[in-house]
């Protein structure tokens, strides 16, 4: 195989239903500028998504001759974060619970940011969860002075707080 080139690499998924124009217009349109402006120090940008956590063991390959087995809780209970991460100052605010994210952890980590930021210009990208465009969500975003970026559907490529809870799970 590896006089071939092939090498062992694991796979990965893309969205099924994501619409690569979208996303490029958006990256170009949107979020190149928006990053611009951040290491500038004209905003404070922030990539918003939440994670639910599993009380339990993620396991991953090893090579091996027999299976190894480590023992793990089980169940469904969970730990939920609401985060906010700065790819510029790679700064992390957030939320957590062990019941669901809904719309008042939204409007809790806006206050958060708001407070931790003081005055500053603050943009957070979300993705297109029910619950963080709801209305109480929108009217909290206008009273923090936060301005909201929605992300093109089907983009969690596109959003970089999806790069820290891939690390957080492993």
């Known amino acids: 195989f590896k006089k071939n080139g092939i090498t062992y690499k694991k796979s990965r998924s893309i969205p099924a239903k994501a619409k690569k124009e979208q996303q490029q217009i ?3 349109e949107r979020l190149k500028p928006l990053l611009e402006l951040a290491e500038k120090s004209k905003i404070e940008l ?14 991953g390959y090893c090579w091996c001759k027999t299976r190894q087995e480590v023992k793990s809780a089980y169940g469904r209970k969970r730990f ?13 605010t ?3 619970n062990d019941s669901y994210l809904n719309s008042t952890e939204i409007v809790e980590l806006y206050r958060k940011l708001r407070e931790e930021n003081g005055n500053k210009r603050i943009v957070i990208i979300l993705d297109n969860a029910r619950y963080q465009k709801c209305e109480l969500t929108k009217k909290a975003a206008e009273e923090y002075s936060i301005e909201v970026v929605y992300l093109p559907s089907y983009s969690p490529n596109l959003n ?11």
């Open 26 to 28: 958006f990256l170009d």
């Open 46 to 59: 922030f990539f918003g998504d939440g994670v639910h956590l599993i009380y339990g063991a993620e396991l």
């Open 80 to 92: 939920n974060v609401m985060g906010a991460y700065n790819p510029i100052t790679h700064k992390t």
């Open 94 to 96: 957030v939320i957590s």
């Open 160 to 170: 970089l707080i999806e790069r820290l809870w891939k690390l957080l799970r492993k």
